[in-house]
């Protein structure tokens, strides 16, 4: 048992550890310039020092919530796999250390400096809501999502209190259902609160930065919902012995339709302040 | 860009130093017409200052004319040409002078630095035999 215990525990360090390697002043800038490259946005250097700060901290906490997130998904399959759930969940570490990861990032942003009520303050007069900062396409699939999960849930319901024998694959719907449903209410009230987050600035610096971290943790929230979504879509099409044609069809239907719209890299309109307060590399 | 700046120490009260700076804005253009402001709670929480402080800037921004709230849609920066649809203001009616003297012009087969000098000439005799 105890060289269980030691694997369980390297599996849930090592993605950590990896983590953790994002703090690094090389892998924060890295991570910046990519995040930031599409938009040639010319960043001052009071701004990068802004940003990078925010980039460790969110290294720091992502590391975290990716660890817990591990942790909690292998207890949970583990749990529920002793209690005779097919191995359909074995994907459910991955899809938890990816929630983990996403929820610690985005409380990471919540993050912000004290300033005294007599210093002056600064506002770009930018409205904070879901339309300024996500397009329809990603807010209609992240609503999609809960509500395929909610469904997933429903049937699962139905299989359980019918004939579960019948219907073995269908089994794990009820978790993965319930997971994904979790999931997407989860990152949406995350989202609202970061949008009703204050931006306390006594700059132009704090307000790019402010507008980043928004646009980045709202952009990873709502791609860690379609990820879980597909992933649990693909664990259910494995359980029912669907024909792996299909199963590759999702996933590549996942990598070309949603690629651009969740793509890692921001675009200038999903940083509505940084892209009327700074000026831009060279016209697109 | 300006940014909107509110010193709490200043001499004015914040809710005349916020009317005044988005009135500004909205005149030198850095407010476009149609655009969309945060809410009174966001703009409060931002530049920390009390919602009423805000309501009450916007408020006499509304009174003004500058701004206009639509319900739950939210504030905007007012556009005379979109209100004028709903009631003709004396900006449309210029808007619709300048698209006949355009239409005219290019009609007689003047070109645009002729029609401006046109108009620059009515201009300043207009001023005179109104002084």
Request: proline fraction near 4%; glycine fraction near 8%; charged fraction near 20%.
């Amino acid at each position: 048992m105890s060289w269980l215990v030691f694997a369980l525990v390297f599996v849930v360090v090592l993605p950590v550890a990896e983590s953790f390697r994002e703090r690094t002043p090389s892998r924060r800038r890295r991570f910046l310039t990519s995040a930031l490259d599409q938009t040639q946005l010319v960043i001052d250097t009071e701004t990068w020092a802004s940003l990078d700060r925010y980039a460790a901290r969110r290294a720091q906490w992502g590391a975290g919530g990716r660890g817990l997130g591990m942790a909690i998904g292998i207890a949970v399959s583990l749990w529920l796999m002793m209690r005779g759930a097919t191995d359909a969940l074995a994907l459910l570490p991955v899809a938890t250390s990816l929630v983990g990861y996403a929820i610690g990032a985005a409380l990471s942003s919540q993050h912000r400096s004290t300033l005294s009520s007599a210093e002056e303050r600064v506002s770009a007069l930018q409205p904070q809501g879901f339309r300024e900062y996500l397009r329809r396409r990603v807010l209609a699939t992240e609503v999609g999502c809960g509500i395929l999960g909610l469904l997933a849930a429903g049937v699962g319901v139905l299989v359980l209190t019918s004939d579960p024998l019948k219907f073995p694959g269908l089994a794990p719907l009820l978790p993965l259902g319930l997971m994904v449903l979790g999931v997407t209410v989860a990152a949406l009230l995350l989202q609202r609160r970061l949008l009703q987050l204050p931006t306390h600035a006594v700059g132009q610096a704090q307000l790019v930065e402010h507008d980043v971290k928004l646009a980045l943790s709202l952009r990873d929230l709502a791609w860690v919902v379609t990820f879980t979504t597909v992933l649990s879509a693909y664990s259910i099409l494995t359980s029912i012995g669907a024909p792996i044609v299909i199963s590759l069809g999702l996933i590549a239907a996942f990598s070309l339709l949603v690629r651009r719209p969740f793509d890692r890299k921001l675009r200038l309109e999903q940083t509505p302040v940084a892209s009327r307060l700074v000026g831009r590399s060279r016209q697109a | 860009m300006k940014l909107l700046r509110i010193d709490p120490g200043g001499e004015a009260p914040p809710y005349e130093q916020l009317r005044t700076q988005i009135a500004a804005m909205a005149a030198e253009g850095e407010l476009t017409a149609g655009q969309k402001l945060p809410t009174v709670r966001q703009l409060a929480a931002d530049l920390g200052l009390a919602a009423n402080t805000v309501a009450r800037a916007y408020r006499e921004l509304e009174a003004d004319g500058v701004i206009s709230t639509q319900g739950r849609r939210g504030t905007f920066v007012r556009s005379a040409l979109l209100d004028g649809a709903a009631s003709p203001s004396p900006r449309t009616d210029a808007h619709k002078a300048a698209a006949t003297l355009a239409a005219t012009a290019r009609g007689l087969g003047l070109s645009l630095a002729e029609t401006t000098r046109l108009v620059e000439g009515a201009w300043s005799h207009t001023g005179r035999s109104r002084s």
